[in-house]
């Protein structure tokens, strides 16, 4: 029986990053992958501002930068966003396929001296009060205090655990191929036609993706061959465009689900096995990513025995969205457009704060933000399938977004910056929270210079070691330390 302190089940963007935030801490992690190796299989195209944000709080987005082609769009149901304005270090799309992504972080995982355990697929996970069991499909055993799952779309640990996974049913059947191309449209080309649409995209030089949407239900889950993928373009490009050379050709649909619950007992998931959705707008592998960076820290502080206890912490970036309620012939006369369109769509209510521990509040911050990927990606659905009805509203829609206003706010939604509370430019100190103050407050922290890094400065900040602003100043600050850095050291 093998044991460490977390277990972290798949070694894809989110169980990577995750792994490299724990090892931060000096956490003894064990990442086990069911593949025997890394694939070349390029997946996601990119990473949005958040993403990069975070990496550049770690001192690595330069590294992510270089190896990728700065992409100054993004791209809401088709329709282009520009990504200019967003009040952000990095306002464009990192083109950068996801096996390079994969790539870096296992590289600089290794650098915090932790390897992947390739060929590990879990099979069985039994959790105790204390610790949690797993084995592979091999027969190794694993013992450890927590164990979180990574392990995609079809997780073998949100089943064991018998979470649910509910959601929405795939309408649409897609299909991509990377390829070389005889003879390119053009960087970005795409069309739609009444049968359905297709794109091309350069990932990089010499590399094309082809990709091809149908408004129905899939028939069949079998990969598609070059045959059928060419068979299937050509019947809506009209042209094959020359492609050969196929690195990768894959069918995927939009299902959209989300975990019931990310936490059972000392089980918690993240990435794409909390949440699933078609991949418009490129939000997967980075809420995966914002996921792990959320929760590490909190795991890191539970594990090393200076979680707070549960408290009524104030949760960051978590408008839950309530059921649509009707409005009342007084709210016609008495409230704004905005606050009646919020009531039928389901309007912000107040957080839930009661007794949550710090590692409950992982699901709480979290687990809204994911139920929000999958409405706009459904949303996105919706604006792309063909037809004179769709053409009227794509048209409405892309004249809205020439408003500056509007074009940012999708920007921001889909790049991940709509956090009112995230602290871009505050450098962050490793594997701590930071506290900028005059030096007079700075000793409100002494107590927890283990834990937070005081740095004197006029800018009033406590920033969770997430990027999250935890205290701006005023009253509070011993209350904001000990709620999510948990009690004092005692002198
Ligand atoms: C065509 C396409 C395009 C996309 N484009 C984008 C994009 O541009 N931007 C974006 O953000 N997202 C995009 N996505 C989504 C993105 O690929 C996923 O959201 C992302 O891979 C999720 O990362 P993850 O680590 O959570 O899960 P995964 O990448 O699925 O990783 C899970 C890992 O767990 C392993 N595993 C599975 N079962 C077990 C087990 N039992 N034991 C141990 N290991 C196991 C798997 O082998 C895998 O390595 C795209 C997806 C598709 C299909």
Request: charged share 20%; glycine share 10%; aromatic share 6%.
């Amino acid at each position: 029986m093998y044991s460490s302190q977390v277990l972290i089940a798949g070694g894809g963007p989110t169980g990577l990053w995750l792994a490299c935030e724990l090892r931060r801490y000096g956490i003894d992690v064990t990442i086990l992958e069911q593949r025997s190796s890394r694939t070349g299989e390029s997946r996601a195209g990119g990473l949005h501002a958040r993403s990069l944000e975070i990496l550049g709080s770690r001192g690595l987005a330069d590294r992510f930068v270089a190896a990728g082609r700065r992409v100054p769009f993004a791209h809401f149901a088709g329709l282009w966003l520009e990504m200019g304005r967003l009040d952000t270090a990095y306002p464009y799309v990192l083109g950068l396929v996801q096996s390079r992504i994969e790539a870096l972080l296992e590289d600089h995982l290794l650098e915090l001296g932790t390897k992947v355990r390739w060929g590990a697929g879990i099979a069985e996970v039994v959790p105790f009060a204390d610790h949690v069991e797993v084995t592979t499909a091999t027969g190794e055993r694993f013992t450890a205090g927590y164990l979180v799952g990574c392990d995609g779309g079809r997780s073998t640990v949100r089943r064991r655990l018998g979470i649910p996974f509910d959601g929405t049913d795939a309408t649409v059947s897609s299909m991509l191929a990377d390829v070389r191309l005889a003879e390119p449209p053009g960087p970005i080309f795409q069309r739609r036609t009444p049968l359905g649409d297709f794109s091309v995209l350069q990932l990089e030089a010499g590399h094309h993706r082809l990709m091809l949407n149908h408004y129905e239900p899939a028939t069949t889950t079998a990969p598609p061959d070059l045959a059928e993928f060419r068979a299937a373009f050509t019947a809506l490009a009209g042209t094959d465009f020359g492609l050969h050379s196929p690195q990768w050709i894959s069918r995927y649909h939009d299902a959209a689900r989300l975990a019931a619950r990310y936490r059972d007992g000392r089980v918690l998931l993240a990435g794409d096995a909390a949440h699933i959705h078609w991949p418009a707008g490129g939000q997967g592998l980075n809420t995966g990513l914002q996921d792990a960076t959320n929760l590490g820290w909190k795991l890191a502080l539970t594990v090393n025995g200076h979680a707070p206890a549960p408290t009524a912490p104030t949760l960051v970036n978590t408008p839950p969205v309530a059921p649509p309620t009707a409005p009342s012939p007084a709210d016609l006369t008495t409230r704004t457009a905005a606050e009646l369109n919020a009531l039928a769509t389901g309007a912000p209510a107040a957080a839930p704060t009661e007794g949550l521990a710090l590692l409950d509040t992982y699901e709480a911050e979290r687990r809204p933000v994911a139920a929000r990927v999958l409405a706009n990606t459904r949303a996105q659905t919706a604006l792309c399938r063909p037809g004179p009805h769709t053409d009227a509203l794509r048209a409405t829609v892309a004249d809205l977004l020439t408003i500056p206003e509007a074009n940012d706010r999708l920007a921001a939604m889909v790049a991940g910056l709509d956090q009112a509370d995230r602290a871009p430019t505050t450098p962050l100190a490793p594997g701590r929270g930071t506290l900028t103050a005059p030096p007079e407050t700075l000793t409100t922290a002494s107590p927890w210079a283990d834990r937070v890094e005081a740095r004197p400065d006029t800018c009033e900040r406590l920033v969770r070691p997430d990027g999250h602003i935890a205290w701006s100043g005023g009253p509070g600050l011993h209350e904001a330390l000990t709620t999510w850095f948990g009690p004092p050291t005692a002198r």
